[in-house]
């Protein structure tokens, strides 16, 4: 059997705290179970939010921390050849579309949809109003040669063409058991795949870079948890494997009930400067996350 890769994999969009401690630790914990590594990845694609003095102040944190990574982690900064390849696939296989629709052109054409049809326009599992597919029923050249920035869509109609249905991925949990989920990517309608303004999005680039990492499990908070029906049919669509998930209570939720209510977001810069330990961090996230699925 191959050994189990777990990763980590924070944005370093602004500073470290509480929640990303019990993610990071959870990691740890259920790598250390399972006998498998640990490799950290750097998600700065968001090159206008993601700042370098952010990157070393959260590897400081890390450090602090004492997470066992293993060296050399992998920044997405330097993955736009590997995603431009991915999306070139998708694109040579007609499942993305170029769009250039604008938030307030999107905003338009979903109140006129549901002014003509009387009901809402479905929403995706962030709550946004699932794209109206105006540029889907238009000529890519065309669209293209109106010369604004362009997005790259799914086209999930020809998506699930490609991959049918039912796609399902498998939760394990502690003791290493698998459960099947069942994933309905639909829910997302033409998801963006490749952003205007950043050359990938992170659906793609997660799922990209978890292959390149040969990430077998992937453990992270309950707010990704929908995205993942997003990812398996994306790696069915781009030959990559599945790894096992685990989605865990989001320690703001717990946050109420097990800690001060403002600790689950307070920075762990600003903890250490007020004397924590490193053991004082585990504690607290570990009472936290107690009933954490
Ligand atoms: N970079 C994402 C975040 O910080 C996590 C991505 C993932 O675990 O898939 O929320």
Redesign the pocket.
Known sequence: MTQPVF?????P?GRLHLG?AY?ALENARLAADLGGRLVL?I?DIDTTRCREDLVAAMLDDLAWLGMPFEPAPLRQSTRFPAYAAAAARLRARGLLYPCICSRREIADAVAAREAATGAPVPRDPDGAPLYPRSCRARDPAAVLAEGRPVAWRLAMDAALVAAPGPHAYARFDDGGAHAPVVADPARWGDAVIVRKEIATS?HLA?VVD?AAQGVTH????T??EA?TDL?VLLQRLLDLPTPLYRHHRLVRDAAGEKLAKSLGSTPLAELRAAGWTPEDVRAAVRDAGAGAR
């Open positions: 990763r980590f994999a924070p944005s969009n990303h993610s990845r998600e992170y997660v978890d992937v453990v992270r908070g707010d990704l995205a990812h």
